[in-house]
């Protein structure tokens, strides 16, 4: 894992003392709140519904364990005992108050964090694969590379006022667990006559106007990829529409250039731009790929886990769920839930936190992961520890068996939390999750991904779900859109809405309805839900949810 | 023909606790929707949401909210002003603690 070196220190302990020293010049009074609002979200801090916000950024959703126990410190001592983990795998604190927030900043730095750049219009938290490094179908670990666009991004005097937000995913595999299509730059690790480059896909993105990002190359030399990935930002910092804030994605302007222009405009600017990268990023990157040396796996027979896999069926029901291929046949990647039937996608109480810091430190090479789906990862696990960890989590709520499943739901923080919410999230899929446990319906119900936001910014991916939900605000009354169809991985693709939305008390049943559409015609068992979807379409599904329509449609 | 005023509140986050409070008659802040100024005539609504904005050391992003009254004063009528009088649903935090 990276460890901060001296610069990166004095940075960050120079920006929490400039803070410091904004906010008191708010709090006297010197600062106005136009004035000071671009530097507190400049410090990832929003004022919310009911309270601030502050956004820790999780680079790459890697954390160690001490970083993991200094958040549940903070949770604890300047927030509410928890805290929300995000689809862009950061940690959201919903209750900081203003006073505090310098000191919670500093607490970050303590262990290597910061809230830099998880708002504004500037260039965000890279995300990454969350099975980074450990996966068994990766060319490389995308980390450093995400960490190596960390230091070249932060605070990167070209791009602190850009047009809109830029947001960048990196994965080294080809299933892609870091909806790169859906970023404004996504990047895979590729290989190519023995040598590592990119294939760079630019210009995708959820929100208002949905798109799937289109590659601008198919493969980038390793050493080409910082001049290029300046050059793509500076061409759409100049033609970018800052006249419109609903057009000011780089979507948009790839859209209205199209993809070959854009081609031709970020050539042009990469030919000025490569002579002045000396080598010394390579040189940096370098340096950063040592310390993310895999960790030394220990050899030792799995009996253990064989012996409580064919033991105990709780044990193997998590394990068939949870767990994911290691490259290392001995090891095991374990996701741990943070979607219990009924409780708040994403978060996790501070004692929770510990938990998994612990089991990180004793069973986990010290490593963590936070997924887009809002759960935690356990990258390095020797099978044979597997049943004592299971244990462990299973007294602290946290061993859950529904990875992939119907009740592993993203949600936003919705209205319950977020000031441009259109309506609330978390209650949805509260519900929907406590149904189908109630069912007992979702090992059987198989893959199936719902994913929630509560309004057209789209932080909980709906556009990309096998189901989405969207809540929207209709005449002062909660309304909930559908739509089928979407997927966020490699074959990624925009859902489909099913026609008129439903109110808050009947969403639960449509998704119901929909499922139980799904359980009735599907070809086999092993036919999952988006596989039935892509061969029959939306119709029977239509039909299913507005008979009534169907029926007047006959009569017609 | 513009549309017919309907009565409203001023209301903003606490510069400090980030939380929602209404402007009172008395030009001080509450943490009781019930005891805000309910505004019925649209141009002193809008002198009153001038004298909010300018309350920079106490208020963030004054605005003026629908409202209605109710048997204890001024209530809420959009949901989200109705979720800013207690807080979230999936924890018994923000207002609806003290109430």
Known sequence: MYHYNDFDTAFVRNRVAQFRAQVGRRIDGSLTEDEFKPLRLMNGLYLQLHAYMLRVAIPYGTLNSRQMHQLAMIADRWDRGYGHFTTRQNIQYNWPKLRDVPDMLEALADVGMHAIQTSGNTIRNVTADHFAGAAADEVADPRPVAELLRQWSTDHPEFQFLPRKFKIAVTGAEADRAVIRAHDIGLRIVERDGAQGFEVIVGGGLGRTPMIGKVITDFLPQ???????????SV?????????????????????????????????????????????????LAGIEAQFAPPPLRAAPVAPFETAYAKDPVFR??????????????????????????????????????????????????????????????????????PLIHAVLQQHGLATANIGLISDII?????????????????????????????????????????????????????????????????????????????????????????????????????????????DIRSSREETFIETFRRTGMTPFKSALYPDKEAARDAA | MSREFTPKVVTANDLIEGDAIWLTEDDGWTRDIAQAELIEDEAHGQLRLL?????????????????????????????????????PSNHAHGKQESA
């Open chain 2, 51 to 87: 004298h909010a904005l300018s309350q920079h050391s106490v208020a963030v992003g004054a605005y003026l909210a629908e409202a209605q009254l109710g048997e204890w004063g001024p209530q809420p009528v959009h949901f989200r002003e109705i979720f800013r009088t207690r807080g």
């Open chain 1, 317 to 386: 029901s998590w394990a068939d769920t949870n767990l994911t291929a290691h490259r290392d046949p001995q090891h095991a990647i374990v996701q741990i839930s943070l979607k219990a039937h009924g409780a708040t996608p994403g978060d996790a109480s501070a004692e929770q936190m510990r938990v998994m810091a612990d089991l990180a430190e004793r069973y986990g090479h010290n490593e963590l992961r936070v997924s887009h789906e809002q759960n935690i990862v356990l990258p390095h696990v020797h099978k044979a520890d597997l």
């Open chain 1, 223 to 233: 050493a080409d990829l910082l001049p290029y990935l300046e050059a793509i930002v």
């Open chain 1, 411 to 519: 949600a936003c923080p919705g209205m319950d939390y977020c000031a441009l919410a259109t309506a609330r999230s978390i209650p949805i899929a509260q519900e929907i999750a406590t149904r189908f446990d109630e069912l007992k319906l979702e090992h059987e119900i198989g893959d199936l991904k719902i994913k929630i936001s509560g309004c057209i910014n789209a932080c909980g991916h709906h556009h990309v779900g096998h189901i989405g939900i969207l809540g929207l605000d209709r005449a002062g009354v909660e309304n909930y859109q559908i739509t089928l169809g979407g997927d966020h991985t490699q074959t990624a693709a925009l859902g489909a809405r099913t026609g008129p939305g439903f109110p808050a008390e009947e969403i639960v049943g449509a998704v119901e309805t929909i499922v139980q559409t799904y359980l």
């Open chain 1, 236 to 284: 759409w910092n100049l033609i970018g529409r800052r006249d419109n804030k609903y057009k000011a994605r780089i979507k948009i302007t790839v859209h209205e250039h199209g993809i070959d222009e854009i081609r031709t405009l970020v050539d042009a600017r990469f030919a000025e731009l490569r002579p002045a990268f000396s080598g010394v990023d390579q040189q940096i």
